[in-house]
Each structure stands twice: as C-alpha cells, then as structure tokens.
C-alpha cells in the first residue's frame, strides 16, 4: 500500500493576537507569520511579535514577513524574534537573499506578485537563493500592501507544463485571496501542497477570526481525507 501523502502545509500569516495564534496552532497550521510593514494593518513590533511567538516555539515554522527591509530592521527582528524562518515579500534580488542566507543562516521564503505566465517564470530567477517561494496576486494598482489584498491570481497559471516545473525545482506556497470556500478549487486546480492564507481569516483587515481560522484548516483535512 502506498504511503498517504504529507499533510498539505498551511501558513496562517498576519497574526496579532495570541487567541488567533492558538486557533491556528491548535487546529494544525504548519507556520504562523508575523509581519513587519509599517503600511500593513496586521504589522507588529518585533517585542510583541516575540511575545506571541515564543510560547509556539517548536510547535511551528515561526515566519518573519518584511518588505524590502535593510540590515538594522532585519537584525532587530531577528535578534528579538527568533524566527524559523524570513519571507521577503518585496523587491528583494537573489544576490540580496545570498546576502541574507550568509548574515543570518535562516530559510529564506521569497514572495512572487503573480498576474501572467511570465511572472511564474521568474520562479527560475530565485532558484538556489530561495529555500521557498511564495506564490502571491499582484497588487492592484495604487495599493501600499504588496500582500494581503484578498485577491486571488488565475490558479490555472499553475497547470500543466508550469506546475511540473515547479514542482520538480522550486517548493513553494500558494498565497493570495484563499479562503474556506475556495480552497478546494485552489488545491485542485494547481496541486499546491502548502497554501498561505490571511485576509481570508479576517473579519476585518488586520483582525484575525479564530472561527475562521480553525474553519479553513479543517476544510483542508477534510478535502485532503477525500483524495486518500
């Protein structure tokens, strides 16, 4: 008999409040992300962010979400969270995730805005620099928030040729707009096996909903138990 597959990975991202962390760890989640962009209602100080994150420590991947920081704001962050791990969520180049990977010796998850073919394509460019990628909507026009816009990417972008491709080189994560109700089709179109979710957790920006939260993972192990 085959082998089940591993549990499809989920990050709960944008968290401040340590009932929503509890709904998230409790119910299954995989990661939780904090983030650190003055712009975000969902931005944290990296005091209180460590007050959250440490009695979680080694129950989950604890990820450190900034947007184009510089090396002081990413010591500050690092020295006082001690996360498992850094998403960049900006412009960051892959010289500039080398650069990262010799200063602090944590995974690096890289966010890619994703509206066209080309735009998975740049998957290859962060080949060997990122540990992960994560596979988010293009902001629309005018926005400050490079993520948790509650917009969704076309998920047939990630068919066929593109999804074969990534799979065979690059782990990543599909973020962008997902939420309980859509998460099935999410899952079936692009075969993601770790999926990032936060305003679709939300009851209203920046405001975690630990129903939600514990709804949207049980959506996942039910619809992952159908396909064993």
């Given amino acids: 008999m085959a082998n089940p597959a591993p549990a499809i990975e989920i990050k709960i991202c944008g968290l401040s409040d ?8 409790d119910a299954g989640a995989s990661h939780v992300g904090f983030i650190f962009f003055q712009k975000s209602p969902r931005n944290v100080s990296p005091t209180f962010a460590a007050e959250l994150a440490d009695p979680v420590a080694g129950r989950v991947c604890r990820v450190a979400v900034t947007v184009d920081a510089d090396d002081e704001t ?11 791990m850094l998403q960049l969520h900006g412009g960051e180049t892959p010289e500039r995730l080398s650069t990262l ?12 805005s994703i509206r066209t073919a080309a735009d998975v394509d740049r998957a290859d460019d962060y080949r060997g620099t990122a540990d992960r990628l994560l596979l988010d909507a293009k902001p629309p026009a005018g926005s400050d928030l490079p993520g948790g816009n509650g917009l969704a990417f076309d998920w047939r972008l990630l068919t066929g040729k593109a999804r074969d491709k990534l799979d065979l080189t690059q782990p990543y994560m599909l973020s962008g707009g997902i939420d309980a109700a859509n998460v099935g089709e999410a899952l079936r179109l692009t075969g993601a096996r770790a999926i990032d979710v936060s305003s679709g957790v939300e009851s209203a920006p920046g405001r975690k909903d ?11 192990r039910a619809l992952q138990a159908e396909t064993v």
């Fill in 18 to 25: 340590g009932e929503a962390i509890d709904a998230a760890v």
């Fill in 74 to 84: 990413l010591d500050e962050i690092v020295e006082t969270v001690r996360p498992d």
């Fill in 101 to 112: 990977t010799d200063r602090y010796g944590l995974p690096l998850m890289k966010a890619l």
């Fill in 210 to 220: 630990a129903a939600a939260i514990r709804k949207l993972i049980e959506r996942v």
